[in-house]
């Protein structure tokens, strides 16, 4: 189990495309199911795809590329553009991560650096504990319990900065219970056990030898932080946020129930507004033509938009790893 | 909330527990109640509109004492999804609280679709005020005023002047509506546009663009919890959610002109009095008629004329029959209003139709 044996299984495994009669049939048999499984995501992935976009090329013929990124999105007038619900998916995940992961950073560092480990072991529970909750009891909860709770909140911070430039145009009034910014919260409350894990376990692969020197030149622990943790692990936090963001972009059922479902772009974060998914959830039922067909179109850019995502987040993640090992 | 559900559940099972007794007693008192006389066997699979899935759980349980060897099933996705499965195949019948669009009639490649229509409720415009000491009275147009933000004080001059001698307090009103898209929706709006065709702007249809002030919740049981915890709030609700959660609602003027409150009596008396057309399409919103409740809606179940095989026909057939027949009496417990006779007995002429 040294240098050899990893040397080796490259090899086998490149030529496992040609099923040599010489192996053992249980050999074999693994090799064809382990293809298949593999095989099976790709096909799958390709189908829903594919028949998404067929369902919704009357949305995308009807609208065109103005019609699509318009504002009104009015099933009665027969209008279906779908700029609000992307400002409203891109500000509430924008709202759960600068709340979620300077929070999810913390208690990374804290389990890894500054508590002892028979401390950290129920402190991980309890937040792994927040990854189990099913989004709908989250929505629920958000709805009949911090909802109504935030509005006085909402009110009192309106009341505030009502008339300041800037400020108040964010956090004034119009305030409702069910907003922009509540969506966020719940959603950085939702994001923040997957944010902290990974991070948690980026962090705790930095070498011990290289925490040990920075100590051993006089650093302080926020200089050895600093100095060692995070550039060695900056690009698997940055690859942690954006599973997050991933996770925040396409979370339906909380969101559709506390996001206050009115199709509109403002700059107030306490108004209601709408996201993608929870538009998909909330209108499939009843929807027809081509009111159906945009809602497939939002799916297919849903789709293309957490691709994006992930494609960004592995070169970012490749990038820092090359920087990593060239320093 | 929780206690009173569960209540309205006992209510439900209550009234299953009646329908068992029904049958029981129509299956031993008198043969010639149609479909007992010969057993049949089979699956039916249904879905659709939400609106009748209180009845048709109901219903189901009810016909299974009737029929032991059929097995009825009814999922609630939503008119249109019911409507795409039923052209899809996928299911036997499909409710809908709406007939079909014309957009969608490509869909069902000229086939015949008969129209069933089987549940009348009323919509409520419950209200949260606790300081009002007699009900709201509202007229369309009023409503129509306030769904679109023009009025938006309780005690503007448009409310005072239909509510004699009542204090109204000078707060802001807050508007509850459906966040999903709905059939409640589609019909409260359709009242609208056939009670006050010249204020209201907003048109019909199962999604509404509402003023954005507008409290969205999901559901019927949702926008009852908008209402029950706003002071203030108004929104359109369907009778028996509103009659589960307890809140209070309001006296509608109709079209003779009267105030009625809503009631399984006014819905049905409104469906009485609309047309119905030959293919028995008909929008029960404001009908004619002194007791008349304007806000009624109706629910219909959609089969094909022209069934695969016989036998699917034959439990269509019974199955339909059952909710068209005794199944009524099942619904003034459950806060629906039975067919008027004059649609009813159409409906169950109109069963010939279905052939094998």
Redesign the interface.
Known sequence: MTATAPADQPTRAGSAGVLSAKRPLGDRTFQIVALAAGLLVLVILVLIAATTTDQSTSWFAKEGITGIFSKTWNPTANQFGALSFLFGTAVTAIIALILAVPVSLGIALLLTEVVPRRWARPVVYVVDLLAVVPSVVWGLWGILVFAPWLQGIYSSIGNFFNGVPVLGNLFGPPTDGASFFTAGIILAFMITPIVTSLSREVIATVPTMDREGAYALGATRLEMIRGVVLPHSQGGIVGAVLLGLGRAVGETIAVALVIGSSATITSHLFAPGYTMPAVIANQFGEATGVWKAGLMGLGVLLFVFTIIINVVARGVVERSARRGRGA | MHLRRRKHGATAIAAVGGALLLAACSSSGSPSSSSTSSALSGTLNGSGSTFQLVYQQAAISAFKSLQSGMTVNYAG?????G??NLAAGTVNFAGSDSPI?S??LPLFKGKTVLYFPVVIGPITMAYNLPTLTKPLQLTPAVISDIFQAKVTKWNAPEIAAINPGVTLPSIPITLAVR?????TT?NF?LFLVDSSPSTWK?????????P???????GNS?VA?VVK?TAGAIGYVDYSTAKASGLTFASVKNKDGNYVAPSVAGASASAAGVTVNPDLTFHAVWGTGATAYPITYQSWDLVYAKQPNANDAKLLKAYLGYLLGDGQKLLPALNYAPLPSSIDSSAVAQLSKITG
């Open positions: 996705v939503g008119s249109g999804t409507r795409t669009p957009t969608d966040s999903d898209s709905s059939g589609a709006s907003l048109g019909t249809g199962s999604t509404i663009s509402w954005s002030t507008a409290h969205a919740g999901s949702g919890q915890s």
